[in-house]
C-alpha cells in the first residue's frame, strides 16, 4: 500500500465522488482506508441503561484504496505514486511532476 496517513486523497467511485480528504488510519491486510469526513453513515445506538439516551451517531467507514487516488501536495493533481532510491534511501515520488511525495 502506498498512501500513508495524512495523505491527501481524492475519491473516484461512490456516494462521496470528487470530494477530498486526509487519510486518517490505514487497514492493510484488507487494503481499506478510513478518509475524515468521507463515506459516512447513521447508525442508531440503543439505550444501554434507563439513565442514557438512545440517539442517531454519524460514524465513518472504511473504504477501498482502489477508490481513491493520491493528490500530490507539489503539483496539485492526482497522480499515481512511484519510488525512486536517492542516496540508498527509498523515497516516493509523483509520476507527473517526479518531485518526492
Same mark, same amino acid.
Given at each position: ?22 487519510? @486518517?488510519?490505514?487497514?492493510? !491486510? ?8 468521507? =463515506?459516512?453513515?447513521?447508525?442508531? !445506538?440503543?439505550?444501554?441503561? &434507563?439513565? &442514557?439516551?438512545? @440517539?442517531? /451517531? ?6 477501498? !484504496?482502489? =477508490?481513491?487516488?493520491? /493528490? +500530490? ?15 540508498? !534511501?527509498?523515497?516516493?515520488? +509523483? ?7
Amino acid at each position: 500500500m502506498k498512501l500513508r496517513r495524512g495523505d491527501t486523497v481524492k475519491i473516484l467511485i461512490g456516494k462521496d465522488k470528487g470530494k477530498t480528504g486526509k487519510v @486518517e488510519k490505514l487497514f492493510p !491486510v484488507s487494503e481499506k482506508i478510513l478518509v475524515e469526513g468521507i =463515506n459516512q453513515f447513521k447508525r442508531h !445506538v440503543k439505550s444501554r441503561t &434507563q439513565d &442514557q439516551k438512545s @440517539e442517531i /451517531v454519524d460514524i465513518t467507514k472504511p473504504m477501498a !484504496v482502489a =477508490n481513491v487516488v493520491m /493528490v +500530490c501536495p507539489n503539483c496539485k493533481k492526482t497522480a499515481r505514486i512511484g519510488y525512486k532510491t536517492e542516496k540508498g !534511501v527509498k523515497v516516493r515520488i +509523483c509520476k507527473k511532476c517526479g518531485k518526492g511525495v
